[in-house]
Every structure is written in structure tokens, then in C-alpha cells.
Nanobody, 125 residues
Framework: QVQLVESGGGVVQAGGSLRLSCAASGRTFTSYAMSWFRQAPGKEREFVAAVSWSGGSTFYADSVKGRFTISRDNAKSMMYLQMNSLKLEDTAVYYC??????????????????WGQGTQVTVSS
């Protein structure tokens, strides 16, 4: 069992930055590939970024590539999402997710074993 808790969300003006954190507890953090997803009101959940269990591999949705950076600190059982140049369309609830079967998580939410409760990010004009 893994518990995931997101934090760092808030309200920010367009063009600003936020850093999200995901704290993991329970089973060995390094056993899990980790990812961020988001869900905007009235829209389906979408993949944002993924990081391998080692932290050595990452990939991003095209919509955030070049603006967001995913990272993890295995010693602290933490994952992060640095979000820069935020746009109105980045407004959503952001979720972290853990996949215990893959080296690097997929874009498909169904493949993940554990999810956090989410943190709201609101980008204002």
C-alpha cells in the first residue's frame, strides 16, 4: 500500500510559476514509477508528465513540454512538478500517481496502482 499526498497548489497569474509536491509513504518509493495527471472541470483526466523509478527518464505531454519539469527525490520519497509560464488552460486539479509495474509510467491512467487526492491549480488572467 502506498499513500500519496499532493501539495503546493494555489492561485497564480498567467505567466507565473508553481511547484507541486507529492509525498509518498508506505511501500518502497523506488519501486514505483511516478506521474502527474490533471483534470479540468468538465474534461477528462489527462496525462501531464512521468518520471521513472530511478529519476533518470522523463516524458511530458506536448501541452506542457518546455514549461513543466518533473523530478523526484527518492531519499525523501517525494516527487515534484515545477510549472513555469503557466497558462489559463493549465487550470485543473493535479494528481500524482504511482505505477508499480513499469520502469516509466504510461499516459494511460488505468495502469496506475495508487493516486493522491489532488491539489487545485488555478491560473488567472
Amino acid at each position: 500500500q502506498v499513500q500519496l499526498v499532493e501539495s503546493g497548489g494555489g492561485v497564480v497569474q498567467a505567466g507565473g510559476s508553481l511547484r507541486l509536491s507529492c509525498a509518498a509513504s508506505g511501500r518502497t518509493f523506488t519501486s514505483y514509477a511516478m506521474s502527474w495527471f490533471r483534470q479540468a472541470p468538465g474534461k477528462e483526466r489527462e496525462f501531464v508528465a512521468a518520471v521513472s523509478w530511478s529519476g533518470g527518464s522523463t516524458f511530458y505531454a506536448d501541452s506542457v513540454k518546455g514549461r513543466f519539469t518533473i523530478s523526484r527525490d527518492n531519499a525523501k520519497s517525494m516527487m515534484y512538478l515545477q510549472m513555469n509560464s503557466l497558462k489559463l488552460e493549465d487550470t485543473a486539479v493535479y494528481y500524482c500517481a504511482a505505477d508499480g509495474r513499469r520502469y516509466l509510467g504510461s499516459k494511460t491512467g488505468d495502469s496506475y496502482d495508487y493516486w493522491g487526492q489532488g491539489t487545485q491549480v488555478t491560473v488567472s488572467s
